[in-house]
């Protein structure tokens, strides 16, 4: 059976790599594609590591929406529903908050109601809805935009 998550973190993990290293974190010295990817990784790694509360709150806003624009072009209503709904739900409520100074301080803010979407979500993306991202992602960026570093 193919592994796509590997296949996909085998491949996006360059273009994360390039954000990093070669354009300092700056998010606009990459095209289009390219942020998607490495917010696509990014997604990916930090959901199956510690969730979607982990993703967001390691890498905000932009990186979201990074994330979110490359489900939608690739095509995977599904999963851009689901995180979409998660991100109004528990985050979309902070983005004004003055309590807050970093991303990571949402944590000790979140209701009952608010981990309960947060768990829901990361066990559909566990069980199911990650493998289909990365099939998805892999088969956009790199087999049909033929999608390459160099």
Same mark, same amino acid.
């Given at each position: 059976?193919?592994? !796509?998550?590997?296949?996909?973190?085998?491949?996006?993990? /360059?273009?994360? *790599? +390039?954000?990093?290293? @070669?354009?300092?974190?700056?998010?606009?010295?990459?095209?289009?594609?390219? $942020?998607?990817?490495?917010?696509?990784?990014?997604?990916?790694?930090?959901?199956?590591?510690?969730?979607?509360? $982990?993703?967001?709150?390691? =890498?905000?806003?932009? %990186?979201?929406? !990074?994330?979110?624009?490359?489900? @939608? #072009?690739?095509?995977?209503?599904?999963?851009? /529903?689901?995180?979409?709904?998660? !991100?109004?739900?528990?985050?979309? *409520?902070?983005?004004?908050?003055?309590?807050?100074?970093?991303? =990571?301080?949402?944590? @000790?803010?979140?209701?009952? /109601?608010? /981990?309960?979407?947060? #768990?829901?979500?990361?066990?559909?993306?566990?069980?199911?809805?990650?493998?289909?991202? %990365?099939?998805?992602? !892999?088969?956009?960026?790199?087999?049909?935009?033929? +999608?390459?570093?160099?």
């Amino acid at each position: 059976m193919v592994d !796509y998550v590997d296949i996909w973190d085998e491949y996006s993990i /360059e273009f994360c *790599k +390039k954000l990093e290293y @070669q354009c300092g974190g700056d998010w606009n010295k990459l095209d289009e594609d390219e $942020q998607e990817i490495a917010a696509l990784w990014k997604l990916v790694v930090d959901i199956y590591n510690g969730g979607f509360v $982990q993703f967001f709150c390691n =890498w905000g806003f932009d %990186c979201y929406w !990074y994330a979110m624009r490359g489900i @939608q #072009r690739i095509g995977d209503k599904k999963l851009l /529903e689901r995180l979409n709904s998660t !991100y109004k739900n528990v985050f979309d *409520k902070f983005k004004d908050d003055k309590r807050l100074t970093k991303y =990571w301080d949402i944590p @000790q803010y979140l209701t009952e /109601e608010d /981990e309960k979407i947060l #768990r829901d979500t990361d066990t559909e993306f566990w069980d199911k809805e990650g493998e289909i991202l %990365c099939k998805m992602a !892999y088969d956009f960026y790199h087999d049909n935009l033929k +999608k390459l570093l160099g």
